[in-house]
């Protein structure tokens, strides 16, 4: 479609120019309908595995709702083309409206990192306090067993063996 | 009969010693546990010096995994019977008769204390009210069975509700998906109605954006859970 309006030669100034735009008006027109069935089907992939995820306990619900809000936009945004390019229009996406996809998917992407960055951080401190505990419970643990010193030196004449 | 009240807490270290008087006065067979959920106050101190045994928690795990916890406690010492009430006093120790008389009788596995089905209102957020309506008219569907309060945590449980808890508690907010698992698990539930009273000392962890969240969350994991092969509970040797 593009190669139409390049291929034939400018008559005047002004007329290539309203040929430009005219090219430039079919490109922006709309998201190609296969376009459109991949990503949706992508999307759908998406939201699919996630549901299976959460199923089978492998993922919680609360780390999962980023994923599934994910994949549901997308779904949406691919499969409802007219909404696409009312979108693309709007943010002043010119030739190309399904690079709209591009953008909302790399935004949640970025968002879903972040959370996660949080998540990883919480564990980490998490993770410190557990090791602490624990090791101070074991240090309790094994001075409370162990003999005292004192009662130690005066058992020691007694042979353990005859215990 | 050996039995237990779980109290959860997060930084009630105003309310939690009345909560604990209460619960003995009540009943002096009645042994108190108390967890508090990474309490940064004085939560603990409070609550052993009123004569409960304490379980502290390292950290926050937020209500399911706190409440869990007293489910595990209660399932591993052997208790026979468990009630649950929430550690900031809003439920009435002189209401439990009404949720323990029908685990005592047999005739239900655990008991719930709603605030709706009784006479007098209980006072809360419109948006609130709708919330809980939707939710329970959705658990009610997939029960086959009236509920009207789906996220009340004054409960009553025998021990075969306690093992299936301790085994497997639901985390971020769980009564709503504990109902679910009750009925999926073929254990009976009940409903009674009690009232309940507003909180003295600070302020519920409910915000508006939270409860968002919860909606959101809960249906979720309310649908989900359709779909889920349900965990075999714990069971006595």
Known sequence: ?163 | MRRIAIVPAYNEALNIGRVVDELRAFDAGLDVVVISDGSSDRTVEVAAAHGAHVIRLPFNLGIGGAVQTGFRYAWENGYELAVRCDGDGQHDPAELPKVLEPVLAGEADICVGSRFTGADGYRSSMTRRIGIRLLALVVSAIAHQRVTDTTSGFQALNRRALGLFAGDYPHDYPEVEGMVMTIRHRLRLCEVPVSMREREHGRSSITALRSIYYMVKVFTALFVGLFRRPVPPLEDA
Request: charged share 15%.
């Open chain 1, 1 to 163: 479609m593009s190669g139409v309006g390049s291929t034939e030669p400018p008559k005047s100034e002004g007329s290539g120019l309203a040929a430009a735009v005219a090219g430039i008006s079919l490109l922006a027109s709309g998201t190609p309908l296969k376009v459109s069935i991949a990503a949706t089907l992508a999307s759908l992939v998406l939201v699919l595995v996630v549901f299976e995820l959460i199923r089978s306990r492998r993922l919680q619900e609360r780390y999962a709702l980023l994923w599934l809000l994910t994949g549901i936009v997308l779904v949406v945004l691919s499969a409802w083309r007219g909404g696409l390019n009312t979108i693309a229009g709007w943010l002043g996406v010119r030739g190309y409206p399904p690079a709209v996809l591009f953008a909302v998917g790399l935004l949640f992407v970025i968002v879903v990192l972040l959370h996660y960055a949080t998540v990883i951080s919480r564990l980490a401190d998490q993770n410190v306090i557990l090791a602490q505990r624990l090791a101070l419970l074991e240090t309790r643990l094994n001075e409370g067993l162990a003999p005292e010193p004192a009662a130690v030196a005066s058992e020691a004449p007694a042979s353990p063996a005859t215990r």
